[in-house]
């Protein structure tokens, strides 16, 4: 919707933030669909992490009942495809380093051949892939710092891995 290209201008009573406000009709709830911060990278509400400036603009919206959208911004920063980091963080957590056989993660890991199976593959960012390349202190300082990446990007570690074994289980199964 071009908001110069309004038709008459008709306004609407109802309530936000608790309090009676008027809006202009056709403009009613398209406030995320003009304003910038929501496109932001800078932009998360309800955290302690939000924007200054977004969080000022909330909160004084709020006092005097009012919705701002934000058409410029210094500060504006192009929030990254979350569907597309989403995918690239599976696929990282899902890597499986080439080269390695099922001998050589056997050798890895101290086991036999026939402990661990032909079949074996062991993803990168793995406990155990981590333990045997770094020795445990480093392999949990890895992952940590991976969980925090992953959680400050908004999404649960637990979560992004579980994901990322049942693609490297589909994987499998179609080769």
Not at 8 to 30: Q, S
Not at 129 to 137: D, H, I, N, P, R
Request: glycine fraction near 6%; include cysteine.
């Amino acid at each position: 919707m071009d908001p110069r290209n309004l038709p008459m201008k008709v306004f609407e009573k109802y309530e936000h933030h608790g309090a009676e406000v008027f809006v202009m009709r056709e403009l009613k709830g398209l406030h995320q669909e003009f304003c910038l911060c929501y496109s932001c990278g800078k932009f998360r509400p309800d955290t302690s992490e939000n924007c200054p400036i977004a969080q000022r603009i909330y909160e004084l919206d709020v006092e005097l009942n009012l919705v701002t959208p934000v058409w410029e911004c210094g500060e504006f920063r192009i929030a990254p495809d979350t569907d597309e980091l989403r995918g690239a963080l599976k696929e990282l957590i899902a890597f499986i380093p080439e080269g390695a056989s099922p001998q050589d993660y056997a050798d890895i890991f101290g086991f036999s051949l026939e402990d661990i199976g032909e079949e074996t593959q062991v993803p990168f960012l793995s406990e155990s892939f981590l333990y045997a390349a770094l020795g445990k202190e480093d392999a949990r300082t890895v992952r940590a710092l991976f969980r925090q990446i992953c959680e400050k990007l908004g999404f649960d570690f637990p979560v992004l891995e579980l994901e990322a074994y049942q693609l490297i289980k589909e994987q499998t199964w179609e080769s």
